[in-house]
């Protein structure tokens, strides 16, 4: 039995897992933003008092 | 083992990345871009830009969702709709279940990633809006009232609330307004579509009020909400957002669509065959103008506070 890499499927699918590949990275990268802009701002910073009345 | 598992559908009925992004209903969405942009920026908080732009992109997509949401309970309806029947889920490229699966996993992350970049109220608010539009509307009331067209209104009104929300974390007088003036315009627009593209609505046994209490009384129906959104709309010129540009954009666009209402009211069905709805397509016109001019006025006068510029 011979076995044939591309499959049918894969070249009909083309346009649709490029799509879903670019996605994943937009929104890999939207996290990423996200992350440095609220760390530069500062909005997972613990209040110090906070910190202290629960220890 | 065999390719028996493998989907079957015709290549040319094969979906693409295009037909899910289809299901968004992407010319809808470009109102709801253009108007949470213009809530979240007339708000009297300044937003970092990549926030702001992460805001705006969740609520395009929990709007998108919705739609999705709804060509997958409305497949029935969409087939028989001239307008509607190419969309994928008619045209057979797109199955039912991977509409509602796609809308479903879209509209829960756009609600948790908005929420999450920017605050609860405005995650909640989107939330609020898919369910209203999803269930409420679609589901519940479409094909049940004749009011439809005006509670449907509702869901479309969110965005600049929404937008408001994401950067002061409040509601307030202006973002309610901001939301009655989409609310309120909603009605003559789609009722003067109806007017003239009678047929299509006919035909789905969607409860349109020109098929239920009559073409006559859909021409008085489009005046009474076109005064009563004139009124809405110059008050939100007087609160903290309004200022020389929106009230004049207001003034004179209220005075037009007034004018275009009362033509509306005045003719009957002899004179609009006689034209061929000539009245009623100009005033659809200027409905899409009213909009984008009003939210435009707005977002105008917004820069021009930023940028200390006093007319």
């Known amino acids: 039995m011979s076995l044939s890499k591309q499959h049918e499927l894969h070249e009909r699918r083309k346009g649709r897992n490029i799509g879903l590949g670019l996605t994943l990275a937009a929104f890999m990268a939207l996290v990423f933003g996200l992350t440095i802009v609220k760390i530069g701002r500062g909005d997972f910073q613990v209040d110090p008092a906070e910190m202290s009345s629960g220890n | ?311």
């Open chain 2, 1 to 311: 083992m065999s390719d028996a598992s493998f989907d079957n559908r015709p290549i040319e009925n094969e979906a693409q990345f295009g037909d899910f992004f289809a299901l968004l209903k992407p010319r809808v969405m470009t109102l709801v871009v253009f108007t949470a942009f213009v809530g979240l920026l007339a708000a009297p908080v300044s937003v970092h830009p990549f926030v702001g732009f992460c805001a705006i992109l969740f609520i395009a997509l929990g709007g998108g969702a919705s739609g999705a949401l709804n060509m997958w309970y409305d497949a029935d309806i969409d087939a028989v709709m001239r307008r509607t029947a190419k969309r994928p889920i008619p045209a057979g490229r797109v199955t039912r279940d991977e509409a509602f699966a796609f809308g479903l996993t879209l509209s829960v992350f756009a609600v948790v990633f908005l929420g999450l970049a920017t605050n609860w109220l405005a995650g909640g608010l989107l939330a609020f809006t898919i369910f209203f539009y999803v269930v409420i509307y679609t589901m519940w009331l479409k094909r049940s009232t004749p009011q439809n067209i005006v509670i449907g209104g509702a869901a479309g009104a969110f965005p600049p609330m929404i937008g408001w929300a994401a950067a002061t974390g409040t509601i307030s007088t202006e973002s309610v307004l901001m939301f009655c003036l989409t609310f309120l315009w909603t009605p003559p627009h789609f009722w003067a579509l109806a007017l003239f593209m009678r047929s299509d609505y006919d035909d789905a046994k969607v409860p349109m009020l020109t098929v239920t209490h009559g073409r006559r009384s859909t021409r008085k129906h489009i005046l009474a909400y076109t005064v009563l959104l004139a009124v809405f709309a110059i008050a939100l010129g007087f609160t903290s957002i309004g200022g020389p540009v929106y009230l004049t954009t207001a003034v004179i666009l209220n005075a037009l669509f007034i004018k275009g209402a009362w033509d509306i009211t005045r003719r009957d069905e002899d004179m609009s065959e006689a034209d061929n709805f000539a009245v009623e397509r100009k005033f659809f016109k200027l409905s899409l103008l009213y909009l984008f001019a009003s939210f435009g006025a707005i977002l105008v006068d917004s820069v021009m506070t930023r940028m200390g510029v006093m007319l």
